[in-house]
């Protein structure tokens, strides 16, 4: 398991700052904190070396985009050394958002974004289960997807704010 780095308010609020918008400058991040420019680019780079910042990416509405369907697949793979082997393979499949090796029934969760059921049909049975490895499937169809507006802000809003004593 990664050591947790030694993070400050200082480091806690410029990434809060970067999870609202990761478009702002340094210039403005440095007014809000209190910081020169220079200062607050030297800790972004630090948390990026550090690998607290591990990218910068546009959140994208896959509907808009014509991927309307989101299905999740859980796998019962056919031996627990492959697991991870397997889902390498699964990551290779264009439609693939994400996998997960898991605890339970399954052993890995794969997130798919598909046009429609044809759709769904050509990745599911001509890419997924020709995959060599894999023993079982359920597929779920997904109706609601519920995330929270800014996941990242609200863990770094928990670590800022003091806790209370149960």
Do not use: C, W
């Not at 918008?21 to 990026?48: K, N, T, Y």
């Not at 627990?80 to 890995?108: C, H, M, Y």
């Not at 996941?151 to 704010?161: D, E, R, W």
């Amino acid at each position: 398991m990664p050591v947790s780095p030694r993070l400050d308010e200082t480091d806690l609020r410029i990434l809060e700052y970067l999870a609202e918008d990761a478009r702002l400058s340094q210039r403005a991040i440095a007014r809000a904190v209190g910081m020169s420019p220079p200062a607050v680019a030297d800790r972004i780079g630090r948390l990026e070396t550090l690998g607290v910042i591990q990218g910068y990416r546009a959140q994208i509405d896959f509907a808009l985009l014509g991927r309307t369907l989101t299905v999740v697949v859980g796998i019962t793979s056919e031996r627990s050394d492959n697991q991870r082997e397997l889902a390498q393979k699964v990551l290779a499949i264009p439609e693939v958002e994400g996998v997960d090796l898991v605890t339970g029934q399954d052993d890995l969760r794969v997130r798919l974004r598909v046009r429609d059921q044809p759709h769904l049909n050509e990745v599911y049975f001509e890419r997924l289960l020709t995959l060599p490895g894999i023993r079982h499937t359920e597929t779920t169809l997904v109706l609601y997807g519920f995330t929270p507006d800014n996941f990242a802000k609200q863990v770094l809003g928990s670590l800022t704010t003091p806790q209370e004593e149960a």
